[in-house]
């Protein structure tokens, strides 16, 4: 009290006295920052000129009275923090201290609603405890309540969801692989597809017809295998001949002319050892000599503007078996056994598309090896296409499968009768897609 009555009875210097020793140096009391009681005091020391002003720090007695002012500073920040989302609970203050004796600093309440802060008081035992408000609980809404009965109904909420399976994954080191680009790769393949997708071109062909074009393709399929090619040249060798027929008349005397040519430039385009023209000469049994095989090569070049890089049904069969997963060497050449039988059969090729026309050949070739499930979420991710939009395309590949001994035209069913090729020709067809027609 008697510090307060000096400050306010003697305001141009009779606080800076008293803290003026012998010979001159001052003494600064340590000020109490938190409760605020810095205050500014003029001076100049012995007369000299008032106009500098400088902070002054004085130690303040705490009083009783003082003490409530401080509990009461401290509810009123409770309050305006419970206003703001703060809780403060239990706040207590013990007995006040004796005059004379200077308090803690009051410590700020940190706003965190998962600790526990523990903070001193005038007397020392007071403690602030910040605890997290409760959560409200959300009451479910109309929409949600109606959608889970419905999939409750439906059987829906009980049925696990089939993962789709990164079928890339192992090829990650192979560069060939090139997984990074792999999912564009086939991207723009289905794309290039409609764009280069042959149409029906029989009606303009005066002198071929369906018959004689499947003639052609089964012989072609013997050759291929005689000469021990790759896929890819048997299937880049078909659609060859569908775009030059769809360009230009050719007439039947020529038409194993376009063939044999078609096939030595798939051979360039897909070989590593290419067969020589006079191979196919030999293979024709002289039917055309070597200048005319070459000049029908020059004729198709020239009609399809050298663009030989198509996506054929090859490109996509090799994804969508490596898409099953659990593929084997069976399930692979039963895949390629009914791509070829539906090459064969020109509405086949001319009615579905490559990456659909491979969808199918590999259902259908599932079915047939009674593969549980007969197509699974990975090969619906992978290849685009449901088991109802094969189902059509599936059925009448499973039709031709049936019909193939009986067959007059059997190069494909002798191909994949033998050994190497799994003589899957020779299973069972897949009768049970077939009754499964409505």
């Given amino acids: 009290m008697a510090a307060r009555a000096a400050l306010q009875g ?11 020793q012998a010979g001159g140096e001052r003494k600064n009391r340590t000020a109490l920052g938190d409760i605020g009681n810095v205050v500014t005091a003029r001076g100049g020391g012995g007369g000299a000129a008032v106009g500098i002003v400088k902070p002054q720090a004085i130690n303040r007695p705490l009083t009783r009275s003082f003490c409530a002012q401080l509990v009461a500073n401290a509810q009123a920040v409770a309050q305006k923090n419970k ?10 203050v013990g007995g ?9 600093a009051q410590k700020k309440v940190q706003e965190n609603k998962k600790t526990q802060v523990d903070s001193k008081t005038p007397s020392g035992h007071g403690k602030v405890e910040h605890k997290a408000a409760p959560k409200k609980k959300k009451s479910p809404t109309l929409t949600s309540f109606l959608t889970a009965r419905s999939k409750e109904a439906c059987g829906l909420s009980k049925k696990p969801q089939e993962l789709v399976v990164n079928i890339d994954e192992g090829s990650i080191q192979d560069e060939l692989a090139v997984v990074e680009y792999v999912e564009d ?50 299937y880049l060798t078909i659609n060859i001949i569908d775009r030059f027929l769809s360009m230009k008349v050719v007439p039947r005397k020529e038409l194993q002319l376009v063939g044999i040519a078609s096939m030595l430039i798939a051979c360039k ?30 004729t198709i070049l020239g009609n399809l503007e050298w663009y030989l890089t198509v996506p054929t049904p090859y490109m996509f ?29 020109y509405a086949t090729t001319i009615k579905y598309p490559p990456p659909l026309l491979a969808a199918s050949s590999v259902y259908a070739a599932r079915c047939t090896l009674n593969s549980s499930p007969s197509w699974t979420e990975t090969l619906k991710h ?10 059509e395309c599936a059925r009448l590949l499973v039709s031709f499968h049936m019909a193939a001994p009986e067959n007059r035209l059997r190069a494909v069913y002798k191909k994949f009768s033998k050994p190497d090729n799994g003589a899957v020709a020779l299973r069972s067809p897949a009768k049970s897609l077939l009754a499964s027609t409505s």
């Fill in 382 to 391: 992978y290849t685009g296409y449901s088991e109802n939009q094969l189902m």
């Fill in 10 to 20: 003697q305001p141009g210097g009779g606080v800076e006295q008293k803290n003026v």
């Fill in 185 to 234: 790769i086939y991207n723009f393949y289905k794309i290039a597809e409609a764009e280069s997708r042959v149409r029906d071109y029989m009606d303009s062909q005066p002198d071929v017809n369906e018959k004689m074009r499947s003639i052609l393709v089964d012989w072609l399929i013997e050759v291929h295998y005689k000469f021990e090619l790759r896929q890819e040249t048997l």
């Fill in 96 to 104: 006040a201290r004796k005059a004379g004796v200077p308090g803690p």
């Fill in 317 to 345: 069969l090799t994804r969508y078996v490596k898409a099953s997963v659990s593929a084997n060497s069976e399930l692979e050449n039963m895949s390629y056994f009914f791509s070829e039988l539906g090459m064969m059969n």
């Fill in 83 to 92: 206003k703001q989302g703060v809780q403060v609970v239990d706040v207590n």
């Fill in 269 to 298: 385009y897909e070989e590593i050892w290419a067969p020589e023209v006079n191979d196919f000469v030999q293979i024709s049994d002289k039917a055309y000599m070597r200048e005319q095989v070459l000049a029908m090569e020059k």
